[in-house]
């Protein structure tokens, strides 16, 4: 029944920008963090963004803040990771993976009970 459906994806230049949707089902969604992981080839997967989506708290990986800005839609069930200035190295599997509301500011993925399928995201130079 819980399922996390991440889209958004796709192949963009160095210096652009992506919007990554995670919609989330089965649950109850402001009972939990919602954090975004990638994963590159060759490399384990690591946190990106967390939001809490009952107090909405963000928090970032250095290497993405000021280019990256996790939101949320409660209504909806979904929440956004807007990726501005895009860089090669940001190229990843993307996946977004919920835990509960404690584990908001954590980037341990096994801290995390849910996952998506994930969404490439290819950044080119």
């Known amino acids: 029944e819980v399922q996390l459906v991440e889209s958004g994806g796709g192949l963009v230049q160095a210096g652009g920008s992506l919007r990554l949707s995670c919609a989330a089902s089965g649950f109850t969604f402001d009972d939990y963090a919602i954090g975004w992981f990638r994963q590159a080839p060759g490399k384990e997967r690591e946190g990106v963004s967390c939001i809490s989506s009952s107090d909405g708290s963000t928090y970032y990986a250095d290497s993405v803040k000021g280019r990256f800005t996790i939101s949320s839609d409660n209504a909806k069930n979904t929440v956004y990771l807007q990726m501005n200035s895009l860089k090669p190295e940001d190229t990843a599997v993307y996946y977004c993976?919920?835990?509960?509301?404690?584990?908001?500011?954590?980037?341990?993925?096994?801290?995390?009970?849910?996952w998506g399928q994930g969404t490439q995201v290819t950044v080119s130079s």
């Open positions: 993976a919920a835990g509960q509301a404690w584990v908001a500011g954590t980037s341990d993925p096994h801290e995390y009970d849910y």
